[in-house]
C-alpha cells in the first residue's frame, strides 16, 4: 500500500461549520487508543473516538496479547518470582538498544505493578500459571511465559524474572484484550464513530490543533476537539512509500497489521513539524519455531550460528534481518537462515506447537544435510561439530546458550528452511516466501505524558499520541508484550493529558 493524499493541516478560519464537538478527539481505536479514551472519559470530558475500520481492535486485536509487566505484579509473586523495577528496567534497556527512551523505560518499570492493576480492574483476566519454554505464543491459557529475560546476555545485567503477561485466553488473547478495553471506554461515555478516516488535522492561527478533517462514506466532515486530539493511528508498516523512505529494509515481507498501518498520524502531525524518532527501527519475527530452535542451532548462509538459539525469537529475527544478511535474502536476494535439529529435538516438540512445520531436508550425516541445504563445503559440518563439543561439556563458548538446551545433536538430522514459512502450503505445494513478519518500531516523538514534541523539543499545542504513532520505549531493539504494554500505559497518559488540556 501507498498513501499519497495530502496532510496538509486545515487552518480553522477556513472551517465555517464542525460536524461534531467534544472535548477530546482520539484517532484510531486500538490498544492505546481504547487506554486513552478511557482515561479521558474517566475526568468528564467529552470524548469521541473516530476509527477507518468498521468497529475496535485494529492491530492490538490480531495480537497474541503479551503485556511486558514487571517489577513485583501478583501473577509473578504467585509463579514464584521475585522482580524489582530496576532489574526490569535493567533487562529493557538493554534488549531495546542503547537508543530506547531511559525516561519511559524508567517511568514504565516503576509504574508497571499499578499498570496490572489497572488492567485487571478493566476486566483483562490473568491466570497465576507459567509457561516455561520458548515459544511465540503459548497453546496454554497460561498467564506468564519467559521473553528472553532468562537468556545471555541478560542473565548477566539483570536478575532473570519473566514479564509476558498474557490474558486468559488459548493461543492469541488480543481480541479478549481490546474487548475488555474497548468495553472499559464506553461504559464510562466515550463515544465511537467508525468507518471514518482522519486525513489532516485543523489548527488555530497559533499552530494549536483544535480538530480535524475525516471522511466518511465518501462525504468530509469536521471534528472540532476543544482540549486535544490523540493519534494513535499505529505505524508505517502499510505504507511501502514510507517504508522506501525510512526502513527499505522491511519491504517485501509479510506485515504484521490490520492493513491499517499506514502512517497517517504520522504524517500529519510532521506536516505540522513534528519530530520523529527511530524512523528505521522495525520488528522482524521469522518463521521458526522457538521450541525447535531451542533444541537446535539456527544458521545463516555461511552455515554458521549468530544468536543463541533460547533468546526471545525476535532477536534471532532482528539479528538476520540488520546484521547478517544485509542486501541478501531478507533484501530479496537468495542467502538462507536455517534451523538445524535432530530427531529428538523435534520429536520433544508436540506436532500442535510445530504449526505444521516440516523438515525441509532431512539426511544421516552433517555432510549430506550441508549438501542437500546448499551450504558451503564443510561449513555446517564444522558448526555441528563444534556445538556438540560445547554440549558435551556443557558450555557454549561461542553464544552462552543455556545448559538447559545445550544437547549434542545426533543423526538423523533435519535442516527446515525458514523460508518456507509456518503457514500450510498452497495448492501447488509452494510455501516459499522471505521467512520474516514485520512492522515498524520507529514514530513521533513525544514526553511521558504523550505531547507531540517538535523539532527543537517543545510540545505541540493540543496534539498527543501513543502506541505505533509515537516511538515510545523502543530504540531498535524489541521485545513482545512492549507495544501493547507501550501504548496501554502512555496511552492512558496522553487520554488523561488531553482530558486536562483546558
Known amino acids: 500500500m501507498t498513501v499519497r ?43 469521541r473516538v473516530l476509527d477507518r475500520a468498521g468497529g475496535a481492535g485494529g492491530a492490538s486485536a490480531m495480537s497474541g496479547g503479551e503485556i511486558y509487566l514487571g517489577g513485583g505484579t501478583p501473577i509473578q509473586l504467585a509463579c514464584g518470582f521475585d522482580d524489582t523495577p530496576e532489574d526490569m528496567a ?39 500459571s507459567m509457561w ?12 506468564l511465559m519467559w521473553l528472553g529475560e532468562n537468556s545471555w546476555p541478560f542473565t548477566e545485567l539483570a536478575k532473570p524474572a519473566p514479564r509476558g503477561h498474557r490474558p486468559t485466553a488459548k493461543d492469541f488473547g488480543g481480541n479478549l484484550l481490546m474487548e475488555c478495553l474497548a468495553g472499559a471506554a464506553e461504559k464510562v461515555g466515550a463515544e465511537t464513530l467508525f468507518d471514518t478516516y482522519v486525513t489532516r488535522l485543523v489548527v488555530a492561527d497559533d499552530r494549536t490543533v483544535v480538530g480535524a478533517v475525516a471522511r466518511r462514506y465518501g462525504r468530509e466532515i469536521t471534528i472540532r476537539a476543544l482540549r486535544g486530539v490523540v493519534l494513535t493511528t499505529g ?29 497517517s498520524g504520522i504524517r500529519m502531525a510532521q506536516a505540522l513539524g513534528a519530530s520523529v524518532r527511530h ?31 533460547d533468546t526471545y525469537p525476535g532477536r534471532i529475527g532482528q539479528a538476520a534481518l540488520y546484521r547478517q544478511n544485509m542486501g541478501g535474502a531478507w533484501a530479496g536476494g537468495d542467502t538462507a537462515v536455517w534451523v538445524i535439529v535432530d530427531e529428538t529435538g523435534f520429536e520433544d516438540v508436540p506436532a500442535p506447537q510445530r504449526w505444521g512445520v516440516q523438515p525441509t531436508h532431512v539426511a544421516e550425516t552433517p555432510e549430506e544435510l550441508e549438501r542437500l541445504a546448499g551450504l558451503p563445503a564443510g561449513s555446517l559440518v564444522d558448526t555441528i561439530a563444534r556445538y556438540n563439543e560445547f554440549a558435551v561439556h556443557g558450555t557454549d563458548l561461542d553464544l552462552h546458550k543455556a545448559q538447559r538446551w545445550l544437547r549434542p545433536l545426533t543423526p538423523p538430522l533435519a535442516a ?38 517538535d523539532h527543537d523539543g517543545y510540545p505541540i499545542g493540543g496534539l498527543f499520541a501513543a502506541g505505533r504513532a509515537a516511538n515510545g520505549l523502543h530504540g531498535f531493539g524489541y521485545i513482545s508484550g512492549t507495544s501493547l504494554g507501550d501504548g496501554t500505559f502512555f496511552g492512558r497518559r496522553a487520554g488523561t493529558a488531553a482530558a486536562r488540556n483546558l
Not at 12 to 17: G, L, M, P, R, W
Open 5 to 47: 493524499n495530502s496532510v496538509t493541516p486545515r487552518a480553522a478560519t477556513d472551517v465555517s461549520n464542525y460536524d461534531i464537538e467534544t472535548d477530546v478527539l482520539v484517532v484510531g481505536y486500538g490498544a492505546a487508543g481504547a487506554s486513552a479514551a478511557f482515561e479521558a472519559a474517566r475526568t468528564g470530558a467529552r470524548v
Open 90 to 128: 535493567a533487562f529493557l534497556t538493554a534488549a531495546l538498544g542503547p537508543s530506547a527512551d531511559p525516561a519511559k523505560i524508567a517511568e514504565y518499570s516503576s509504574g508497571s505493578v499499578e499498570h496490572f492493576q489497572w488492567l485487571v480492574d478493566r476486566g483483562v483476566p490473568f491466570k497465576p
Open 235 to 263: 505505524g508505517f508498516v502499510d505504507n511501502d512509500a514510507m517504508l522506501a523512505d525510512h526502513a527499505p529494509q522491511l519491504l517485501g515481507h509479510t506485515k504484521v497489521s490490520a492493513g491499517t498501518d499506514d502512517g
Open 416 to 453: 527446515i528452511d525458514v523460508k518456507a514459512g509456518i503457514r500450510p502450503p498452497s495448492e501447488s505445494g509452494d510455501r516459499r516466501g522471505t521467512g520474516a513478519s514485520v512492522f515498524t518500531l520507529g514514530g513521533l516523538h513525544t514526553d511521558l505524558d504523550g505531547h507531540v514534541l
Open 279 to 309: 524512523m528505521g527501527a522495525g520488528q522482524v519475527g521469522m518463521s521458526l519455531i522457538p521450541g525447535l530452535a531451542a533444541r537446535g542451532m539456527v544458521v545463516n548462509a555461511r552455515g554458521q550460528r549468530f544468536m543463541n538459539e
Open 132 to 143: 516455561d519454554a520458548p515459544t511465540w505464543v503459548p497453546p496454554t491459557d497460561d498467564g
